[in-house]
């Protein structure tokens, strides 16, 4: 399975961030593209432990724990899947400033590899392993990129 931590699929998804522009459209969702690319960064800062929101009240981590092993599956996420309110952007942001605070955000995690991780809980998911972290960061930037077709 495709992880943030090798340096192929890495080195991709920033391949991939270089072809975003100021004026790069949504294929759907409410969010543009800076507000996509502050929200991405603020889930990449969950493993790290720089940003620890509060976890989801237990009924709905239960379910996160039912549906964890299909979301880290080879299949993509789903389109408009529910966020917690911690990673939701509402507010104007600059392109250039998120972007930024991106790949920031996105070499300390991908570069220090699984020893960046420190947490062990995710909000919804709940108990997760510094691997389940690597495919999940992957898989939400990768959903987040396509969203805004690159």
Request: net charge positive; hydrophobic share 45%; with cysteine.
């Amino acid at each position: 399975m495709t992880t943030l931590f090798e340096p192929g699929p890495a080195a991709a998804l920033l391949e991939r961030l270089e072809r975003l522009t100021p004026a790069s459209p949504a294929h759907w969702g409410k969010m543009d593209v800076a507000q996509m690319l502050c929200h991405v960064t603020r889930a990449l800062h969950s493993p790290t432990g720089a940003l620890a929101p509060p976890l989801l009240p237990w009924p709905v981590r239960l379910v996160g724990r039912l549906v964890k092993r299909r979301a880290l599956g080879e299949a993509p996420f789903s389109r408009n899947a529910p966020t917690s309110p911690a990673f939701k952007v509402v507010d104007a942001r600059a392109f250039a400033t998120e972007k930024a605070a991106f790949l920031d955000a996105f070499r300390i995690l991908a570069d220090g590899g699984p020893h960046r991780v420190t947490a062990t809980e995710h909000v919804f998911f709940g108990p997760m392993t510094a691997a389940e972290w690597g495919r999940l960061m992957h898989k939400h930037i990768d959903h987040h990129f396509r969203q805004f077709g690159v």
